[in-house]
């Protein structure tokens, strides 16, 4: 089985895959042109057994563990004293999304002298960096969702307004990525669930974003096929290696399709998870259905396709979404907001947000702050049909 799993790729970035991969950190350091890496985690995994192993099988080297939930930029700063304290010259980041992001942001910012908020993705910001002061990244995911390891962005918390904003820079491009299905055994069936449905909604809204861009539809379709198929198994049997390692690939579609925008989903999933702390693909898996019934004129077409792709029983729209709802309540996702703690006292700011995140310029039909704010508050209430 692991002959027939194992892959190299060279989109979007170079892709090492297959179980047991981990081994080869040290010539994806190499590869990457890292001598000196620090390694970025999440709190949860600096006392853990694959952490220590990768850092014991880079010489040594040193980890920075202070990553935790929603990266904010307290973490980039505390990531940044640690790498200059080190005197690094790349980073291996190394984790789930948080822990990505981190790593990757660090990695930019470590020779930049302007201040982070200056980088955001707004227009042509990025041009503002210092290309030559980024430095390289390999990045090993140990979630299967966020697909962050193929992303050419950093989601960071700015703690003073309570937005999330994106930093982008084409470099952020991880140089080599290890998609280890071995390193993902280990998550917790919620977690499994969650991350996974990231994957779904990061495929879906690309798919539903309008805009010419046929490449991302397909990775989109094929990804959205991949965890219809083994999201459920991964969930059912952690062990599962054939259905992790599809799982990753997922992942990493995701984000590859979403270079093409993502849409409402993700537009209302920031602000809340800024508000409410909130868990980001949990609340995306909640969100989902809301956003589909919202946008069900412009989108009935291409969930045609995808009800198709996935094979289901009954096709078109109402097929699709009644597949969905059918799987979140497979994974244990609750169908409200509410249910995981999120309350209608910030409907207007959320609202208000959602409209300038830029997730919200994806959406297949304009939105305003007013549509996204009705379509958070049915989110928490949990009536669909008030989405629309
Ligand atoms: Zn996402």
Redesign the pocket.
């Known amino acids: 089985m692991s002959a027939v799993l194992k892959g190299n790729w060279n989109f979007p970035t170079t892709i090492w895959a297959g179980p047991g991969r981990i081994a080869e950190l040290p010539a994806a350091c190499a590869r990457a042109g890292i001598r000196r890496p620090l390694v970025a985690t999440d709190q949860g995994l600096l006392d853990s057994a694959m952490v220590r192993a990768a850092a014991s099988a880079l010489g040594g080297a040193a980890v920075f563990g202070g990553v935790q939930g929603n990266p904010t930029a307290a973490h980039v700063e505390a990531g940044l004293a640690a790498y200059r304290a080190g005197r690094h010259d790349g980073v291996v980041a190394f984790g789930g999304g948080a822990a990505l992001d981190t790593g990757k942001v660090v990695a930019f910012m470590s020779g930049q002298t302007r201040p982070l908020w200056d980088f955001e993705d707004v227009g042509d910001w990025w041009t503002r960096a210092d290309a030559a002061g980024i430095a390289p990244v390999v990045a090993v995911p140990t979630t299967a969702g966020?697909g962050s390891e193929v992303g050419r962005a950093g989601v960071i918390l700015n703690e003073a307004t309570h937005q999330k904003k994106i930093i982008f820079h084409p470099q952020m491009m991880p140089r080599v990525v290890i998609l280890d299905p071995e390193l993902t055994v280990g998550l917790p069936r919620g977690v499994t669930a969650a991350t996974g449905m990231?994957a779904f909604?990061?495929c879906f809204e690309a798919y539903c974003a309008p805009g010419f861009h046929p490449l991302a539809d397909g990775v989109a379709l094929e990804g959205m096929r991949l965890v219809a198929t083994y999201l459920p198994r991964a969930c059912a049997d952690g062990t599962d290696i054939e259905a992790r390692a599809h799982m990753l690939a997922a992942a990493s579609m995701g984000a590859t399709a979403f270079q093409k925008g993502l849409g409402g989903v993700?537009a209302i999933a920031h602000p809340v998870g800024s508000w409410f702390g909130t868990h980001?693909?949990l609340t995306?898996a909640v969100v989902l259905p809301y956003v589909m019934v919202a946008n069900r004129a412009a989108i009935a077409a291409k969930c045609e396709v995808v009800a198709r792709v996935l094979d289901l029983p009954e096709r078109g729209f109402d097929g699709l979404l009644a597949w969905v709802l059918y799987l979140r309540r497979e994974l244990g996702i609750a169908h409200t907001l509410a249910e995981i703690g999120v309350t209608l006292d910030k409907a207007a700011i959320i609202g208000s947000e959602a409209a300038v995140d830029p997730s919200a310029a994806g959406n297949p039909v304009p939105v305003t702050a007013a549509d996204l704010e009705r379509i958070f508050r049915a989110s928490v209430l949990g009536h669909l049909q008030a989405a629309a």
Do not use: A, S
Request: aromatic share 0%.
């Open positions: 966020t990231d909604v990061h993700h980001h693909g995306n």
